[in-house]
């Protein structure tokens, strides 16, 4: 198997990890910003993987290291890693019939009036290989989302996957013109100077990362069949954020 071969290169690390739960079968980690999940091209160490065969050597017979899902390096929040051969084939079975429940929370530009669904395929970007678009050649992609709180010139989403594609909530809420505030890659020039104060728009030029975050995870236990479910609070940066956000609604009522 080229994957497990692939495998035996990677290396323990003493990682710090915060483990949310841990049994026989599977792990829910609070993954932190910064952190990537997996060794690649350019990140052979440092990685959610090498963390967590310094955890738990056994997971070098996994495949993948028992990763079932991945979070971009700089999104937050949970992520379920299966520690059996069993829990690992069970765990994703469920994710592909969609029966891992993901919920995220996301701080967008611009003030979005209503829940919907976004339903738009997802193809690596023609002109740039480390970007995804919406493109009709793509794989099928799907993210509801509803409003959780609005700001001046800005929201507060609750978001559901349906899919799991790279990037898809970046590149979802850029393509219908709200894109995640922080989001380097996507990033789209929205003039907000008149809408927001200086002090709102200096905490925002200076927030590091995309503002997007893994809050809630639910999945049938790969024994037992359980509903397991699982909540992580936002990120002190993302709270940071939002009180800002708050306070600049305030000062303009």
Not at 149 to 166: K, P, S, V, W, Y
Request: net charge positive.
């Amino acid at each position: 198997n080229a994957q497990l071969d692939a495998q035996t290169d990677w290396q323990a690390e003493a990682i710090s990890l915060n483990i949310v739960h841990e049994d026989s079968s599977f792990l829910v980690i609070n993954k932190p910003a910064g952190l990537i999940v997996h060794p690649g091209a350019g990140n052979p160490n440092g990685t959610l993987v090498n963390a967590l065969l310094h955890h738990d050597p056994s997971l070098k017979t996994v495949p993948r290291c028992g990763i079932i899902h991945r979070l971009d390096k700089d999104t937050t929040g949970l992520l379920v890693v299966a520690k059996t051969l069993s829990a690992h084939n069970q765990l994703s079975k469920a994710m592909l019939a969609r029966d891992i429940k993901r919920h995220y929370q996301a701080i967008v530009q611009g003030v979005v009036i209503s829940g919907a669904t976004i339903d738009e395929p997802i193809a690596r970007d023609s002109l740039s290989r480390t970007k995804m678009s919406v493109s009709p050649t793509g794989r099928k992609a799907i993210t509801h989302y509803r409003v959780a709180e609005r700001f001046n010139a800005h929201t507060l989403l609750n978001i559901e996957l349906d899919t799991g594609r790279t990037h898809q909530i970046r590149v979802h809420f850029t393509h219908i013109g709200y894109p995640l505030v922080g989001d380097r890659t996507y990033k789209k020039k929205k003039a907000l100077e008149n809408k927001i104060t200086a002090t709102l728009q200096t905490e925002l030029q200076s927030f590091p990362r995309q503002a997007l975050h893994a809050k809630e995870l639910a999945f049938p236990h790969p024994d037992s069949q359980q509903l397991m479910q699982y909540q992580a609070q936002l990120p002190a940066d993302m709270e940071t954020l939002l009180i800002a956000l708050r306070q600049d609604k305030m000062d303009q009522v």
